[in-house]
Every structure is written in C-alpha cells, then in structure tokens.
C-alpha cells in the first residue's frame, strides 16, 4: 500500500503512464491475445466528496452560529452535527485568503499580498501564483476528482483579465477546475452581473426585473452540475466543489422581503448590538466565559453620537445586509438539501468558512449608498440627505450600497477592528464549520485549536488518503506551509498543531505563537484619501497573552518588552521566509500600473475596436480618467432613426456611453450614479456613411475634474456641453465595456433597450487619449495603419 489507500504512485502529477511488456498476437481472436480492462483514474478508495463555502466579508460575530444577530439555519444545521472552529484565521482581505485556500501556503508566498488591482513586481505581490506552488483543484484532478468553482474568482492577475487571455490563471484555464461559473473580480452587481461560463461570457438567465439574483443562480448551477456529476460518473468518483458566493461583499443586494424581515430590529444601533452578540457568543461557547469584550476605538463613532435622524438610514443599511446574509445561507442550505436527496451528504466533507476576512469597514462612518466612491478616494458626496433620500432603495438594483463602519465592528464581535486589519482578529478570525459524519464521530461539538485558512488544502488530501504532490506538470513543489486539522477532528483536547503564523496586509500586522500575538495596526482601512502614513518603525506594537486573554483586551507590551521583542524579531523572520517585504502600505498609487510594475495591457495612445466586442474589463481598454480624450466611431445609417448603443463603458453606477437616441448622437458620463451628464446633437446623424465624434477637453489640475465634451459628425461640431466633474480612479470591478450594446447594468438607467443594440452598422471605433488637439476626421488609410501597428 502506499500513502495507506492503494498502490498507485501519486506523488507525481499528472500519473505517468505505464506501459507493460506482453505478448503481442497478430489476431485479436488469438485465445492468447490477453489486455488488461482499461481503468479509469479514481482517487483512493473512500476519499469524500469535498464541498468548500467561502463567504465574503462577513465577521466573526454576524452569523447566529457564533452568538450573532442574523438567522443562519444552514450554518447552525451543519454544525450541529459537525465541528464548530472558534480560532480559524484568514487573511483580512479576500484575494489573498482565497489564494491561500487553495494552495495551502502562504498569500505572499503565492505572490498575493494583496488584492490583485494593487499587484506590484515585488515577489510578494506580483498576483503571480509560482508553478512551484500547484493548486488544490489541479492536485484533486489529477487524482481522479471531479472539479468545479461556482462564483468569485478575484485571483487572476488584471492584465490577463480580457477575452484574450492567457488563462493560466483562470479558474477553467490553469486553476484545476473543470468546470467554472460565476464572476473575475472582487465584488459584482448581485441583479445584473458580469458573468463567464469557462471563460466564455454569458448572460444571467433571466433580469432583475424577472426576479434574478445571483446568489439563486449560482446554487442552481451547482447543484444541477452536482445532480448530472453523480448520475453519470457515479459514486466512486468523488467531486471537489467550491462555492464562494458574491454574499456578503458590497453592494449588499437582496430581495425587500429578505432584508424586511429583520425591520426594527437594529434600531438599538452597533454599541448595544456588539453587547448582545457578546452574551450569546459566550452562551455558545464559542468564547470562553471569562474573556472581555474590545473597547470601540475612538476612529469608529459611537451610535449615540451619530445624528438622531440619520439612525433610520443607519438601521436600514444593517437591516438589508442581515437579510444579505440570511439569503446566502439560505441558498447553500438549497446545497446541502440536494446533496441530503442523493444519498452523498454523510460522504462529503464541508468547510463552510463564514467569510474570507472581517466584516468590511470599507463603507465610510455613515454608510454609502454606492461603495465605488469611497474606493475613488472621494468623501463627502453623499451627504446625509442624500442617504435619507434614498432609504427605500437599499438593497435594491437602483442601490450599489455598503453599510457603515460601525456595523462591520459590531459584525467583528468581540475582537478589535475589522477586514483589511490583519493585525487584530477582528480582521482575521473567521467562524468556521466541518462537517463530515462519515469521518468524524464527533457531533456537535467546539475546536478552539489555532488554525488558519492555509491548513484546509493539506487536511482535504489527508481525508482523501492522497500525498502532497513532489512534482506537478513536471515542476518540482515546494511544500504547503499549512498543517492539516485532521488531527483536531475527534479531539477536542489535542494540541494544536498549527504554533506559529504570521499576518500583514498594507502594513497592518502582527505574528501568533503558542498562543502570544504581537501586533500592530498601521492604516485605517475606511481613510483612503491619505497621501502618506508614519514610517513602519515608528508604528506601535501591542502584545497580547491569548492563554489569559482570549479577544486580545489587554496589552501587555509595556510590562513585558522581551517577550515583545522576541516576537517582533520572529515576524520578521517569518516575513522574510514568505516574500512579505518590502511592506507596501500604498493604496490609491498601487492602481496606476506604471507606478506599480505591473504589465498594461494596452500600450500607447490610441485603441481600435470593432463592433461584437465586448465585456472587456478596464484593465482591457485605454485609460480615459484624468485626461482628455476622443471617440470616433464610423457607422453606416439607414434612412430610418438609428437608435443603440455605440460603446459603452461602466453601468448605472459610474460610466460613459456614446449611443443615439432619436438618431441624435448622444454622450452620457454617469458620475458615480449621482448625476448624469447628457451631451446631445442638435440634428439626426443623416443617412449614410458617417464618422461621429465625443471629443473631451479635460480641464486638469488634479484628479476627478471636469472638462468640455463636444459632439461631432464628419469633423463638424453638432453638439458642446460641460461635463462638471469626473471619477479619478475607477468605474467598477466589474462593468465591462461593450461596443454595439452593453453588457450588464447600463450608464443610462432609462435608456429604453436594456441591452441597447445599436440597430445601424459600426464600422469601428477609435479611443485617442492624452492629446490636446484630436484629428476631426480619420481617414481609412490612418485607421489601417493603426491597427497595423498593433499587429
């Protein structure tokens, strides 16, 4: 036996083939011509199913499983009859704990020490996953498992993000999976995603007019790719299936009845919640009954200070995202039921991982009605009466909304700070559920054994009896750095096996052994408009002893400064090991590739594009933020109005679309979802071939200004208006741009057509950025010789 399963030699993937010498007769008829029956690649025998939940954003102290305020049936289900982690760790932010998952190593031992738009050419946070370092699905496969990924990929580096690929780093492409579903990037439009089957995008089944929502959508794909895997390939074929959900990242979407169920109920704001969770979690045990709630930092405001007619904005911001939640476990309970109705429940081993980091404080201290202006640096738009205006809109496709930062504490109970704070657990410590009947005779019970998200990759192969591969594709691996939790499963009482572990993330950061944590929080993850921080020496390192002082409370750091000195010198020994410097506390500048070192996939300063393209991300189209710019699109014209989109980018939440309306040219810029700036032509585009031009002058002098946009057919203006003010950064994580319609949410939300096909013909269409004065007419021969260039 080897591995202690069966015979096959697993440690090199994938299997080489073994080609044995026999005799060889010349008629298949021959009574000697003996082969033996071809047998189909199998993991060993008794290796589970594997289903891995990851939530996004959801803290600690949110999911009534841990002692929170929202009703998660599923959760508490399952760890009824299963394990029920108290101290499990992720990163504090999501690319880099999804990258850990599914490697078993270390995020910037992956080259993801952040997210991917903030990637850099350090070793560390290059978003480049090392082949050295195979992943989880790619190791399962090989094996014999079946594969699929159902919803968020934020892995994949920005540059190969386009249709073009390469795809190495996507989830069909080089990630082992062999089936995909769901969205590339960090957070997406719950009603009206930008989604990909493979890597071949396709279109929500139905609108949100129809009812859709993701979340609906991607349990329904998944159980029916489970249903058909079972049926055809059958029983001794596991599966491997990992769903990770947009829930409960911003915007929170959600049907009104889900978020309507919990009406009233937060009125008592985020102090006395933080209370209420707090005695439950210890009625639970899933703290121990003589630890102390944090004290609320004085950065985060106290419900009593906030203004009193505010507060019903305030409810309602948690109100929706408690019915956020309620709906994602909901929809994984549609999971767990299906696996119930085939007979393969009890077979399955389950991580179900209440969220990727802490709750997110990345709404501002009164909450936002569209989260994409805090990530453009800008503060102060959405004024108070603007929120209050909009109340009713929360949660709804008319809403790209994100709660306030108080909220995302309370949701951390009873830890300090929230997502993007790796130093402190209320940015790490995850509620975490394992559930496995037929391989783990416990049932029920609590694991406050230390453990991190590295270590699920490791304990999935245990279970399934299979080795870490020595070399994968012909490359030579080095070891996962997790320790695997099957040790932990039927003894509560084992020592934790998992003594040491480092955490950063933008300069916040911190190291855990045998129990001590140093650490020291170095940005505010809510204050991205700062230019410059305090230097790393200069930051304030705490020390906590978690045997006396299970939520990090009290700081010992002063009374002792050995200890504290021991580990700070073993973080940096740890951070050296795993590519963790040079620190880089850098957010907004990190966004511009050429600051950062990362590759542009589109070089110097004009683009064409023709007419089917589309849901190309940002990264695949020429930058127009912060400079002027032309669009030219030469188009035929029948005798009839022409009506449709021309080119689009961005949706109903920030973007800018050239489309005729009433065969007028028309240039819309939507400013963050908060105003939207309409330059028309004062005649009909005659019938014909035409060129039409958006021409706009930027007025510098900073980022996010305005400038002038001037409409033009065939070189001669028809159209001027002022565009006032501009989005600096960023349009969306995912909105694409389209040319002869538009995908997803549209930059003009009463557009008539919703997917406004441009009903004449496009040629092409020609961006030109960064110049002063831009040609009114392209001749054919200049175009040719522009996409020549390109070739």
């Not at 841990?66 to 932010?93: D, I, M, Q, W």
């Not at 700036?677 to 019938?687: D, L």
């Amino acid at each position: 036996m080897i591995n202690g399963r069966d015979h096959i030699q697993r440690s090199i993937l994938p299997i080489p083939d073994r080609t044995q010498v026999r005799l060889t007769t010349y008629d298949a008829k021959d009574p000697n011509t003996r082969f033996a029956p071809i047998e189909p690649l199998r993991p060993p025998k008794g290796a589970p199913n594997v289903l891995i939940v990851l939530l996004d954003d959801v803290g600690f102290g949110a999911s009534s499983a841990f002692g929170g305020p929202v009703n998660t049936p599923t959760a508490e289900r399952l760890s009824a009859t299963g394990l029920k982690y108290t101290r499990f760790h992720t990163t504090a932010l999501c690319s880099p704990t999804r990258s850990a998952l599914l490697t078993g190593r270390n995020h910037h031992s992956v080259g993801m020490g952040c997210v991917t738009e903030g990637a850099t050419s350090a070793p560390g946070y290059t978003s480049l996953r090392p082949n050295t370092k195979a992943l989880l699905p790619e190791i399962l496969k090989l094996n014999g498992y079946a594969t699929s990924q159902f919803g968020k990929c934020h892995e994949v580096p920005t540059w190969q993000t386009g249709p073009t690929g390469p795809f190495d780093q996507w989830p069909t492409g080089g990630g082992g999976f062999e089936y995909f579903y769901g969205f590339i990037g960090g957070e997406c439009n719950q009603y009206e995603p930008e989604l990909f089957e493979g890597t071949t995008a396709v279109t929500p089944p139905k609108t949100a007019e129809e009812g859709y929502h993701l979340t609906e959508d991607l349990a329904d794909k998944a159980i029916n790719w489970m249903r058909q895997q079972k049926a055809l390939a059958g029983d001794d074929k596991p599966f491997f299936m990992y769903f990770a959900p947009g829930a409960t990242h911003a915007p929170h979407h959600v049907p009104k009845e889900w978020a309507d169920k919990y009406k009233g109920k937060f009125d008592h704001g985020w102090d006395r919640q933080r209370e209420l969770t707090f005695a439950r979690q210890k009625e639970l045990g899933v703290i121990p009954p003589d630890c102390e709630l944090t004290r609320r930092h004085d950065e985060i405001p106290a419900w009593a200070d906030m203004p009193d007619d505010l507060k019903p904005v305030l409810a309602r911001e948690m109100e929706v995202y408690a019915g956020f939640l309620e709906h994602a476990d909901h929809h994984v309970g549609r999971l767990i039921n299906a696996m119930e109705g085939l007979g393969i429940l009890d077979d399955t081993l389950i991580y179900y991982i209440i969220g990727d980091n802490g709750a997110s404080a990345e709404g501002t201290l009164q909450g936002s009605f569209n989260e994409a202006v805090l990530l453009n640096g800008i503060s102060g738009i959405e004024t108070p009466e603007f929120l209050k205006a909009h109340i009713d809109e929360f949660g709804t496709p008319a809403a790209y909304n994100h709660y306030a930062v108080g909220w995302a504490h309370a949701m951390c109970t009873p830890y300090q700070w929230t997502k993007q704070i790796a130093s402190h657990w209320g940015g790490t410590r995850n509620g975490t559920i394992v559930h496995w009947p037929n391989g783990i005779k416990a049932r029920g019970e609590l694991r406050h054994q230390f453990s991190h998200v590295i270590d699920v990759a490791p304990t999935i192969l245990e279970a399934a009896g299979l080795p870490e591969p020595e070399m994968v594709n012909g490359i030579t691996q080095s070891p996962m750095e997790g320790v695997s939790m099957r040790y932990s499963f039927d003894d509560a009482k084992e020592e934790e096996r998992h003594d040491v572990q480092y955490f950063e993330m933008f300069g916040n950061r911190g190291i855990y052994y045998k129990g001590w944590s140093a650490i020291t929080k170095h940005r505010t993850p809510w204050v991205v408009t700062a230019t410059s921080t305090i230097p790393f020496d200069e930051d304030t390192w705490e020390l906590y002893d978690g045997s006396k002082d299970w939520t990090q409370a009290h700081d010992l750091a002063q009374q002792m400064p050995e200890k504290l000195k021991e580990l700070h010198l073993m973080f940096a020994i740890e951070a050296v090991k795993y590519n963790v410097f040079p620190l880089d506390d850098r957010l907004v500048e990190r966004f511009d590739p050429a600051v950062a070192g990362r590759p542009i996939l589109v070089q110097g300063h004009s683009q064409t594009l023709f007419p089917g393209m589309g849901r190309l991300s940002e990264h695949s189209v020429l930058p127009m933020k912060n400079v002027s710019f032309s669009i030219t699109a030469e188009i035929n014209v029948t005798d009839h109005a022409t009506e449709g989109i021309i080119i689009a980018q961005g949706g109903r939440f920030g973007g800018w679309s050239l489309y005729t309306q009433d065969g007028k040219a028309t240039f819309a810029y939507n400013y963050f979802g908060l105003n939207l700036y309409r330059t028309q032509a004062q005649h009909s585009i005659p019938a014909g071939t035409h060129q039409v031009r958006a021409e706009f002058a930027y007025d510098g002098g900073g980022l996010g200004k305005g400038g002038t946009l001037t409409l033009y057919y065939d070189g001669h203006e028809v159209g001027r208006d002022r565009i006032p003010q501009t989005q600096p950064l960023i349009f969306s994580a995912e909105e694409s741009t389209d040319i002869g319609y538009e995908s997803g949410s549209l930059v003009v939300p009463d557009y008539p057509a919703r997917d406004g096909h441009f009903t004449g013909t496009i040629n092409w269409v020609q961006l030109d950025v960064g110049q002063d004065n831009f040609s009114h007419l392209i001749k054919p021969e200049d175009r040719l010789r522009l996409v020549m260039a390109r070739q």
